[in-house]
Structure formats: C-alpha cells, structure tokens
C-alpha cells in the first residue's frame, strides 16, 4: 500500500532533475537564436522564425510521440528525444550561415516535442493516483521553473561570454540529464495490440485550449521582455525572470495539495486573476521594481494554474491514453507561445510594448469565460 501512495521516490526525484535541465538546456536559445541571426547578416524575419520554426515540427512529434508512449514505453521516447537534441545542439557550432541555423532549429523541435512529451508521460505513469495534483503540479513546476531560470542564464551567458559558450553550457546539460535519465525505471501500461494511432486526445481538448490561452500572455513575456525593457530603459531585464521563478517555487508549497483536496477551481481561479494583475503591473512598469513586483504575481498564478491544468488533463484521460493526452496539452502550450510570439508582435507594431501585454489580458479573460462555461455544473 506504501509504494501506491508514495510520491518522492528516485525514478520521480530524476525525472523532475532532468525535466528542469531539458527546459534550461532547450530554452536558453530563445532569447539568443535571433541576436545570432541577425549577427550573421539575417533579417528580422528570419530572426524571428527562430523562435517559431521549431514549433511546426514540435507540434507534429508531440500528436505522434503522445501515441508511441503509450505503446512503446517514455523511457525509450525520452531517450530517443534527448539524442536528437544533443545531437542538433552540437551542430549549433559549424552552422555558420542562416538557413543553417533554421533548418538545425527546425529538426531540433522534433527532439523537444518527443522529449517533453514523454517526460510528462513518464510522470503521470509514476505519481499516485490519489496524488495527482501534487505530483503532476511539482511536475509543472519544473517546466515554468526552466523557462524562467533559461533567460537568465542565456542573457548572462551572453552579456560576458559568446554564443559558442552558450551552446557548451547546453550541451553540458542535456548529455548529463541524459546519462540521469537513462537510469530511470518507468511503468509502462498494457496496450491493446489492434489499438490505432491517435494523434489527440479528446478528453484533453479543453484543457489543452485553456492551456493555449494560458500561454498567449506568457508568448509574449518570454519573446518581447528584452526589447520591452529598451523601451522603459531597463537593462537588467533578467530581474522580472527570476521574481517568476520565485513565485513559482512558492506556488508548489500549498496549489498541489489544494487541487487533491478541494478541487482545480480553487486553484485555477485565483491563479488566473493574478496572472491578469501581473500582466496588468508589468504594462505600467517604469522601472527593474516594477518588473520585478509584476513577475511576482504572474509566476505566482501560472506556478499554479499550468500544473492544476496539466493535472486535470491527466485525471481525465484513461490510463492507456495518457501519453496522447499529455502530447495534446502540451500542443496547446506550444501554440499559444507562438501565437503569443507573433500575433502579439502585430499589436506592438502598431501601438507600442506596453498595449501589447494589456492586450494579452484579452486571452484570460476568454479562458476564464471557458473555463466557468465547462465546469460551472463541477464542484
């Protein structure tokens, strides 16, 4: 009975170590991929597609890796994801010309869509099932946890080293969370030989899209920070990165327990009004404190609304589909970070950084309006 509930075992404890480093590892290349393009003679344009392209084939991978967990196991996908990555990473140094760069970052989202997806997989397949909100919600802790710890460390990297470094701190990370995780043991479910493919999952529709309006906001903080901190005369832009990753932390302390004992609505809720209040501080900031004070009160309500999402995704979804279910939910990230990196930047190009993250206010409260619609019968 003790092993059924019992949450903080090794194999639980690694794949959250290698899904912080997969995120920090992938990342840090968001915020640098266009500077170097543009160093080589690229346009905007093209920088900018290096933070989009990969999505196109990330979002294929995770519809057909979703499927290929719950057949052949996420230990296999994870490992076969990390490969890919390492081995694109690497070809970073010799990609000396434009296209080059694009076309490695394109293959590069196969390896990110495959790896994600199975580590989220291989996390629902350990958690207890008593204990899903606080095992799936530390999960989801450490996927924003990455995303906000990458800037910092890239801007860094950046500001006193070289792209070349960069790729070596990457690559340092992912062929270590590699060998970690090859010494993960993960439960694999018993499927159905005549089972077809699926590419989504229908019960993690609706999460999925509420992910995806989740997302929109985060698209553009993740993409446009360091340009918006030009225009309010902030260098030190890494300050509002790490107030989220703080708030994150802190949301872990109290969002996974309250999902297992009252329910999503609790969390999800309050978290997305104080998602809108950071969004809504950060478009007045006039100086790092602000900044600062804003990403406070957004890491706080996403470090609780994306992990009670991806928990419900999971509690909703049959045991022998949960890795089509989590490749699904993640798809809606993966759109609403594009449409958040490019529809935004339309609103900004005719007005200015600080409507464009007002605007994005829009995206929350069409998720709240969603969200009461489909749960207004639950409890």
């Not at 994600?116 to 924003?144: C, M």
């Not at 690559?171 to 970690?180: D, E, G, K, N, Q």
């Not at 499927?191 to 993690?204: D, H, R, V, Y």
């Not at 790092?288 to 999971?314: E, R, S």
């Amino acid at each position: 009975m003790e092993s059924k509930t019992k949450l903080w075992t090794k194999d639980y404890v690694f794949l959250l170590i290698g899904s912080i480093f997969l995120y920090v590892g992938f990342m840090v290349f968001m915020p640098t991929l266009p500077t170097q393009i543009i160093k080589l003679g690229g346009s905007q344009v093209e920088a900018s597609l290096a933070v989009g392209v990969f999505s196109v084939v990330a979002l294929l991978m995770r519809s057909i890796s979703g499927s290929w967990n719950d057949r052949f196991g996420s230990k296999v996908l994870i490992l076969i994801g990390f490969l890919i990555l390492i081995a694109t990473t690497a070809s970073f140094y010799v990609s000396t010309v434009v296209l080059a760069l694009l076309a490695v970052r394109f293959i590069q989202g196969a390896g990110w869509g495959i790896s994600t997806t199975s580590i989220a997989t291989g996390v629902s397949a350990i958690v207890p099932p008593n204990r899903t909100g606080e095992g799936i919600g530390f999960y989801g802790l450490t996927t924003a946890l990455g995303m906000s710890l990458a800037p910092v460390v890239a801007i860094l990297i950046m500001n006193y080293f070289s792209f070349n470094t960069l790729i070596t701190f990457a690559l340092v990370i992912l062929v270590a969370t590699f060998l970690l995780l090859s010494q993960v043991r993960i439960k694999q479910e018993k499927i159905k030989k005549s089972g077809k493919m699926k590419l989504f999952e229908k019960t993690a529709l609706l999460p999925a899209f509420l992910c995806l309006l989740m997302a929109i906001p985060l698209g553009g903080i993740q993409t446009f920070m360091m340009v918006y901190g030009t225009e309010i005369h902030v260098e030190n832009t890494w300050i509002y990165f790490l107030g989220q990753a703080i708030t994150i932390l802190l949301s872990r302390l109290f969002a996974g327990r309250l999902y297992d004992t009252k329910g999503h609505f609790v969390v999800v809720v309050p978290g997305v009004f104080a998602m809108m209040l950071g969004i809504l501080l950060l478009s007045f900031a006039t100086g790092a404190w602000m900044l600062f004070l804003a990403a406070l009160a957004f890491g706080l309500g996403y470090g609780m609304t994306q992990p009670a999402l991806q928990a419900l995704t999971v509690d909703r979804a049959a045991p022998e589909n949960k890795g089509a279910a989590n490749g699904t939910f993640l798809s809606g990230m993966d759109i609403g970070m594009a449409i958040g990196s490019f529809g935004l930047s339309i609103v900004a190009t005719y007005s200015n950084y600080a409507i464009m993250y007002r605007s994005a206010i829009l995206a929350l409260l069409v998720f709240l309006v969603i969200y009461f619609f489909a749960f207004r019968k639950s409890k």
